[in-house]
């Protein structure tokens, strides 16, 4: 499911897509630059779904230190299938694919967040075996 180079234009234009979806200035040259520097640089892992040659669905995810187990844990960043593919279970086959690859890469821990509101991915991810986690609040800073 990871794109081929001949496709990595095609993903970055669903990125783009995702990106506008939530507010933000399409861009698509700077949006393939920025996935591009994010994945050779950061450890950025991109996924995609394609029907008939075109994506129709994209995650990404972050391997980092789980400095306590000395491990890694993978954190899935962004998952996104266009309103036109939902309910073919695009979404479900992506985060299904990027817990296999984490698993077998003997992750510690497979975390990912949503807002409280978006019932459709929570009740995915309760489907999937992802469970709230008791304890942590989330904190952010913007610059």
Not at 7 to 18: H, I, Q, R, S, T
Not at 106 to 116: D, F, G, P
Request: hydrophobic share 40%.
């Amino acid at each position: 499911m990871s794109p081929s180079d001949a496709a990595f234009g095609a993903v970055a234009g669903l990125f783009d897509d995702y990106r506008a979806h939530y507010g933000q200035q399409r861009g698509y040259g700077a949006t393939r630059q920025w996935l591009q520097e994010q994945a050779g640089t950061s450890g950025l892992r991109i996924s995609a779904a394609f029907v008939e040659g075109r994506p129709c669905g994209l995650l990404t995810a972050l391997v980092m230190p789980a400095s306590l187990t000395l491990g890694t844990f993978w954190m899935i960043r962004d998952l996104y299938v266009p309103p036109e593919h939902r309910g073919s279970g695009h979404a479900r086959a992506l985060v299904t694919h990027a817990v296999a690859a984490a698993r077998a890469a003997q992750a510690r821990r497979i975390s990912l967040q949503t807002e409280h509101d978006n019932t459709a991915a929570r009740a995915l991810y309760r489907s999937l075996g992802f469970h709230e986690v008791d304890g942590y609040v989330s904190y952010g800073i913007t610059g």
